[in-house]
């Protein structure tokens, strides 16, 4: 494996060999967070590390805030898999992928430590200043592919990484009362809420149908934006922040 130059001056290299070219010369547009989903930090670290794995990320965050980079962040890393966002469907030719060392839900959903989190923090500004990253395309694996990945999880402080000045965050409205839907159901409000979560980035057919997959890209949306419940009805805690959200991008405001 080549020894390279870090990208990030805070990182220590360890080369991984699961890497290639940047499909058409793609320069990164989006930042694509993970946890590892393992038990140890060193175990994980080491199997992106092994040919044989056929992963890797651009960036391991351990614990305590140390950052190693594995591949350099010109190169296309084996991360996010089959994913897709906004249309676009080869995201690793298009991301920097960054492996948080956390157990996550096999390990019962342990905190991510501050050190950890500030780390990963200045990491993605600094990406994302060298790239020009908008702030609302740092997202969660579970975000660029539903039902298939829950990672980095709905224990993931993503308001602690806001106000750290990276991604895209508002409030979550409430959970209270109302109207909601749910799987099975069909009618203009199901293709509203569609429309409203495809718009936003997600990957979902305007059916009007509450189908096994729209249900999954709720979860998705509640994991990452409405993490109090993550249960894949559209109540109107989950209606109103996602409709709020989208207020909140740039191209909307």
């Known amino acids: 494996m080549t020894v390279f130059a870090a990208d990030y001056a805070g990182a220590s290299v360890r080369p991984s060999p699961n890497h290639g070219e ?10 694509i967070l993970h946890y590892t989903g393992m038990g140890t930090a060193d175990g994980a670290l080491s199997w992106l590390c092994r040919e044989e794995s056929q992963v890797s990320s651009h960036y391991f965050v351990h614990e305590d805030g140390r950052v190693v980079q594995l591949v350099p962040e010109e190169r296309r890393a084996w991360h996010a898999g089959k994913s897709s966002w906004a249309g676009e469907t080869d995201i690793n030719s298009c991301s920097i992928g960054i492996e948080i060392a956390n157990p996550g839900h096999p390990g019962g959903l342990p905190d991510f430590p501050d050190k950890q989190i500030e780390a990963v923090a200045e990491l993605c500004r600094d990406c ?4 020009n990253i908008p702030p609302e395309r740092v997202l969660g694996h ?3 592919a539903p039902i298939r990945k829950v990672d980095p999880g709905e224990n993931f402080p993503w308001e602690k990484l806001h106000a750290g000045e990276v991604g895209h965050w508002i409030d979550p409205t409430p959970i209270s ?3 909601f ?12 809420l569609q429309s409203m979560l495809s718009l936003y980035g997600y ?5 009007g149908i509450f189908c096994e997959r729209t249900k999954g890209v709720v979860e998705a949306f509640q994991r ?8 894949g009805i559209a109540d109107f805690s989950t209606i109103d922040t996602l409709h709020r959200l989208l207020k909140a991008l740039p191209k909307y405001s």
């Open 177 to 179: 009362g109302g109207r």
């Open 224 to 231: 990452h934006f409405r993490p109090q419940l993550v249960d």
């Open 22 to 31: 940047r499909a058409g010369g793609r320069k990164p547009d989006m930042i």
């Open 181 to 192: 839907f749910q799987l099975g159901e069909s009618g203009q409000p199901i293709e509203a």
């Open 203 to 207: 990957n979902i057919e305007i059916t």
């Open 128 to 131: 994302g200043a060298r790239w």
């Open 142 to 144: 579970s975000d660029v």
